[in-house]
């Protein structure tokens, strides 16, 4: 089985960097999943070519998916696509990380409907944005609830390791201190 990790315009690269160690290391395939076909720039300007869309991804063979933080979400505030897709990998019971920003993509897509979660995004934003639930947001580090896992940015070397331990890869923890 494979990690999917979604590249869409703006990600942040730093959240991606350990967790893509962390697959690496352990020998776990991974694919990087574009919304289309164009390259992709990250907010710190690393320019990425996406291997497959998630029109064309064959999601039975996703394990597992991973979303990047974004510096500014409002590109996608519209993609269904986008949500259509990450509901049918919910869907097949993948495990899901979505990392500061990333969480929002889960609210809009109704997956974190009655699961716990944490978010760099600030209470105010979370309630203009009117789609998270705030009664179950938790302010916390990480948060790993029923298969879904959300982290603050800061802590992209926690979410990583957290991640790869719910996958039970085998990796060097201590790699990354």
Not at 125 to 152: M, Q, S, W
Not at 158 to 169: P, R, S, T
Request: charged share 20%; with cysteine; hydrophobic share 45%.
């Amino acid at each position: 089985m494979t990690t999917g990790i979604l590249l869409y315009p703006r990600f942040s690269e730093y959240e991606l960097s350990v967790i893509i160690s962390v697959l690496t290391q352990a020998n776990h395939p991974k694919i990087f999943i574009g919304l289309n076909e164009n390259t992709v720039k990250g907010e710190a300007g690393l320019t990425c070519i996406p291997e497959t869309t998630i029109d064309q991804v064959n999601i039975e063979m996703l394990q597992s998916l991973i979303l990047p933080g974004v510096d500014d979400f409002q590109h996608l505030i519209d993609q269904e696509p986008l949500f259509r897709f990450i509901r049918k990998i919910h869907e097949q019971d993948a495990v899901i990380g979505a990392i500061s920003s990333a969480p929002f993509m889960l609210a809009k897509a109704g997956i974190l409907k009655d699961r716990f979660y944490t978010t760099g995004i600030s209470k105010q934003a979370r309630e203009f944005l009117g789609f998270f639930n705030e009664k179950d947001y938790v302010d916390a580090p990480l948060v790993f609830d029923n298969g879904i896992l959300t982290a603050k940015g800061a802590y992209f070397i926690d979410f990583a390791n957290k991640f790869g331990q719910v996958l039970e890869l085998d990796f060097n923890r201590n790699w990354y201190r």
